[in-house]
């Protein structure tokens, strides 16, 4: 499974942006797929998870609120609407797969290459 996110770009603080993972390869099994976002000399974090088949999602505190994940399953393809955006924001956004849902990083597989969100304030 190979999968690129896309849609960063610049926004303004309160605006709103919505990256897009788009995977390809068939996965085997129970598959989820997680967004995760790395600034500057700080650790990869957790944002939102969502399971492929049955849609179930978890949100990090830190966007729970602001950003929504969900999946079109005939694109192949996983979204991430980011709202009321904020400077802290600011980062490198990834996705990646994994063969079960959680909320840490480490399991998740088959990075795809990141895409910058940068908010002004």
């Known amino acids: 499974v190979q999968l690129q996110a896309s849609g960063g770009g610049l926004a303004q603080a309160g605006g709103s942006l919505r990256l897009s993972c788009a995977w390809s390869?068939?996965?085997?099994?129970?598959?989820?797929v997680g967004w995760f976002r790395q600034a500057p000399e700080k650790e990869r974090e957790f944002l939102a998870v969502?399971?492929?088949?049955?849609?179930?999602?978890y949100y990090a505190d830190s966007v729970k609120g602001r950003f929504t994940i969900s999946r079109d399953k005939s694109k192949n393809t996983v979204y991430l609407q980011m709202n009321s955006l904020k400077p802290e924001d600011t980062a490198v956004y990834y996705c990646?797969?994994?063969?079960?849902?959680?909320?840490?990083?480490?399991?998740?597989?088959?990075w795809g290459q990141g895409t910058l969100v940068t908010v002004s304030s």
């Open positions: 969502i399971g492929w088949t049955g849609g179930r999602t």
């Open positions: 990646a797969a994994n063969n079960y849902i959680t909320t840490d990083v480490a399991p998740f597989q088959s």
């Open positions: 390869g068939r996965p085997s099994g129970t598959y989820a």
